[in-house]
């Protein structure tokens, strides 16, 4: 029985000198860090463009300015109700960014005159355009609604924004 109890206590010895030696030779190593993050607006600001900018109504010019984010569109000459003209473009965005694009808002110069006239866009909802996509092909239709009255000519300018802004690639 003695040799059963000093078998014992040796395995409770081994036992506590194995915790020991563990614990000796055990270590936490923490590392704390900072990181900065920052986007990169101006590779969004340059790569959301316009692009493919058309019109296929007689008498009508489309051009896109030189830094892509500028499109004028001027239509023929409209003296009968029915008349229309349309602008074709689409959005690229070639940044390292998905892009929200608002729905298209225009707004006439000469609110008055604005009657004769309708502009939609094809588009009536916001859009997503992932980084490297193309959007579809979408449309400005402006359209004469109301005969004008008057025999001297008068242009109305009508200025349509619509807003870019950037997400998650």
Partial sequence: MKKNK?????I????????????AITANFTINGT?????DSS????????????????????????????????????????????LTYKIKNTSNYGASVTKLTCT??????ATYLSVTPSRTTNLTVAKGATSAAETLT?????SYP???????????????TAQDA
Avoid: H, P, R
């Fill in 142 to 146: 402006v359209s004469m609604i109301k």
């Fill in 35 to 39: 990181t900065k993050i920052n986007g």
């Fill in 43 to 86: 590779n969004f600001d340059a790569n959301v463009i316009f692009d493919g900018v058309s019109t296929s109504t007689t008498g009508a010019t489309a051009s896109v300015s030189t830094d892509k984010k500028t499109i004028t569109f001027t239509t023929q000459q409209m003296t009968t109700v029915g008349t229309s003209a349309v």
């Fill in 150 to 164: 008057e025999a001297t000519a008068k242009s109305i300018t009508y200025t349509c924004t619509m807003t870019a």
């Fill in 12 to 23: 409770i010895l081994a036992v506590l000198v194995l915790g020991v030696a563990y614990a």
């Fill in 108 to 113: 006439s110069s000469d609110g008055a005159f």
């Fill in 6 to 10: 000093g078998i014992k206590i040796g």
